[in-house]
């Protein structure tokens, strides 16, 4: 089992940026395909962006595409989300997900095929 815990969430303006990190601790960190999710009120938990186990494979919501940027390091066993021009529409609690893969280029998008979650770090952007 790994274990996940975000940070770096806050309040920021129109337009600002924050960069979100997740570190990972239980199991071997690259053994695991990472994502973000995010989820608003009323609303269902959604793909941001994923990435593959060696880094080299990456998935963006067309939402977020050209505005957030997702990376790895294996060897600090952490998984970042940087995202710039941020919009109020993009507030929402965020949370990282891992799943064990074999391949080292798959990249997992849907919701259900992560077994494990974070607490979740709340991003709230004003306008």
């Known amino acids: ?15 600002g940026s924050l960069r ?10 690259s053994n695991y395909a990472m994502g973000w999710f995010r989820q608003s009120p009323g609303k269902e938990r959604e793909a941001v962006a994923g990435i593959s186990r060696g880094g080299g494979s990456t ?20 998984v970042d989300l940087q995202m710039n021009s941020l919009k109020p529409e993009d507030t929402a609690v965020y949370y990282c997900a891992a799943a064990p893969t074999i391949a080292q ?17 709340q991003v709230t952007v004003s306008s």
Do not use: H, M
Request: glycine content about 12%; aromatic content about 12%.
């Open 20 to 29: 979100l990190s997740c570190a990972a601790s239980g199991r071997t960190f």
């Open 59 to 78: 998935y963006y919501a067309d939402s977020v595409k050209g505005r957030f940027t997702i990376s790895r390091d294996n060897a600090k066993n952490t």
């Open 1 to 15: 089992q790994v274990q996940l815990v975000e940070s770096g969430g806050g309040l920021v303006q129109l337009g």
């Open 105 to 121: 280029t798959i990249v997992i998008t849907r919701r259900n095929q992560y077994p494990y979650w974070g607490q979740g770090t």
